[in-house]
């Protein structure tokens, strides 16, 4: 039994596009719709012999003469048949290539997706949401769970865009930095540390409170060996920032948390930032989005608001800082 094969006219066209190049195709079309060969050599900016030398390889490459020039220009009737499918084909490559996404914040329709850890919601995303909704009244705003670890898992998730620890961005997406912050210590008001400046000593005689050993490490990075930090008896440990001043609130704690936090909760709560005496390291948070995405006008607005809202925001008061 024989094989059916594909028609020869099939065959000889696919061969005949894997030795076309796009600079064929514009010479063609000039050639097509110019009165001369002069002329077509100038519409597409290359001189005559160069024009002259396309011509022949469109020759060969069709097996057709496609046009002849004299007193006037004569298409062949397989050149009248690919003068308008040649424009036509050239208007989709160029609307291809130049392919632009309109984005309009102000009437866009659209949702959102944004992962930060949880303290960063608080602290950031509660201060920049006003001028978002302003600014792009129709957006609707997802914010999904956080998750340590790997950065690239975020977008596995459906982010847009991450906030996430300096220490944890992945180098292989595109980064800007956003913020920098700082540990700091907060204690109830009442609290006998409450209103001095707290030498290490009395910091690591007292209970602490602080977050799950990997969110500490994510949003912090480690603590050197002999930072007072790393030295603390934390007696409580719990998965939410959000939990950290109403452990504070009425209790002999210390807890630890972002300066950025600490004082957000110290303008609203009862509970006060200690003043260290001495020095702490900072730690960086940055914005994270997929290289292939990095054009998309939605991707550009947002690290654009987002940026703005982080240097609006202005340095947090800290006295140990």
Not at 239 to 247: C, F, N, Q, T, V
Not at 291 to 298: A, C, M
Request: aromatic share 6%; with cysteine.
């Amino acid at each position: 039994m024989g094989y059916l094969s594909e028609p020869s006219t099939l065959i000889e066209g696919r061969r005949r596009l894997r030795r076309l190049n796009i600079n064929l195709l514009y010479a063609l079309d000039a050639l097509l719709h110019e009165p001369s060969l002069t002329a077509a050599a100038h519409s597409i900016a290359i001189s005559q012999p160069a024009m002259s030398m396309k011509l022949r390889q469109l020759r060969e490459l069709f097996g057709d003469e496609l046009v002849v020039f004299g007193e006037r220009r004569q298409l062949t009737a397989l050149g009248a048949a690919l003068h308008q499918r040649v424009g036509r084909l050239l208007r989709e490559v160029d609307d291809t290539f130049n392919l632009a996404l309109a984005f309009d914040p102000a009437t866009a329709r659209q949702t959102v997706t944004v992962t930060a850890p949880e303290v960063v919601e608080l602290m950031f995303f509660s201060r920049i949401m006003p001028r978002l909704r302003a600014v792009a009244p129709e957006i609707g705003w997802k914010m999904i769970p956080f998750v340590h670890g790997s950065a690239r898992h975020l977008f596995d998730r459906g982010a847009d865009i991450a906030i996430v620890p300096e220490a944890m961005a992945d180098p292989d997406l595109c980064t800007l930095p956003l913020l920098d912050h700082a540990p700091v210590a907060l204690v109830c008001a009442s609290h006998p540390l409450a209103g001095g400046r707290v030498d290490v000593e009395d910091f690591l005689a007292a209970p602490h409170a602080a977050v799950h050993e990997d969110m500490e490490r994510a949003i912090f990075g480690d603590f050197a060996a002999d930072s007072p930090f790393a030295r603390r008896r934390v007696v409580v440990r719990t998965g939410l920032h959000s939990m950290l001043p109403a452990l504070a609130i009425g209790s002999d704690l210390i807890v630890t948390t972002s300066n950025w936090f600490a004082q957000h909760q110290a303008a609203v709560l009862p509970v006060t930032i200690l003043d260290l005496r001495w020095p702490r390291m900072t730690a960086g948070l940055v914005l994270q989005w997929q290289p292939y995405r990095d054009k998309e006008p939605v991707i550009r607005w947002l690290v654009a608001e987002l940026k703005r809202g982080a240097d609006g925001i202005g340095r947090p008061i800290d006295a140990a800082l």
